[in-house]
């Protein structure tokens, strides 16, 4: 664990994301999974969220009772797999505000291709959460960070399920402010740039797509 990286090493986050790493485990199953896996990874990336206090009667007494402090925060799914990680963690934060950065890996280039970007405003006031299962080169992460940042973003935290050291040093290169939050840290990336051992294809696994 360094500044920069975060690896949540709880036992249920463990355990879960052994049976999503599975491959006999179905669509249904995974799914069920990564919203589950994402609630408890988007504790750990909360946990030092600005607090206020506001004044509230109990049924016993009034008090100064420990609320959330500034604007809404913003949750950023990296389409199409973020989506998944986007389900669980708005059950958590439901008054989050949402965006979208649509990306591609050109297959023979691994480099990302934009096709779509819509975020909420006021973002340079925000707490911003970019939601990507998989760090694995970490061309399109840094991409969609980098879109983040031209939109006003000043505060921002990388939410992944599992990140390749190759993707976890792109990002410290190419943005060093932003910490990275994940279940773990594989060992490597294949000739194809899929993470090993890894679980597959997020997307795919999520939506039941080849």
Do not use: W
């Amino acid at each position: 664990m360094t500044d920069h990286l975060t690896i949540v090493d709880h036992p249920l986050v463990q355990h879960k994301l052994s049976l999503m790493r599975d491959r006999e485990t179905p669509t249904a199953v995974f799914r069920q999974l990564l919203r589950e896996i994402s609630q408890l990874l988007a504790y750990e990336i909360t946990r030092e969220l600005d607090m206020t206090t506001r004044a509230i009667e109990t049924p016993m007494q009034a008090m100064d009772a420990p609320v959330l402090d500034g604007k809404k925060l913003a949750l950023i799914s990296i389409l199409r797999a973020g989506n998944g990680l986007l389900d669980g963690v708005l059950e958590l934060i439901p008054s989050a505000r949402v965006g979208f950065v649509g990306l591609y890996r050109d297959e023979e280039t691994l480099q990302p291709v934009e096709y779509y970007f819509k975020v909420p405003t006021e973002l340079e006031d925000r707490l911003v959460i970019a939601l990507d299962p998989m760090l694995a080169t970490g061309n399109s992460s840094a991409a969609a960070v980098t879109r983040l940042k031209e939109a006003g973003a000043r505060n921002i935290r990388f939410l992944c399920l599992l990140a390749a050291p190759e993707g976890v040093a792109r990002m410290a290169e190419a943005h060093p402010d932003v910490p990275i939050v994940t279940a773990a840290l594989d060992h490597k990336l294949n000739d194809i740039g899929y993470i090993v051992p890894g679980l597959g294809d997020a997307g795919d696994r999520m939506f039941g797509t080849k």
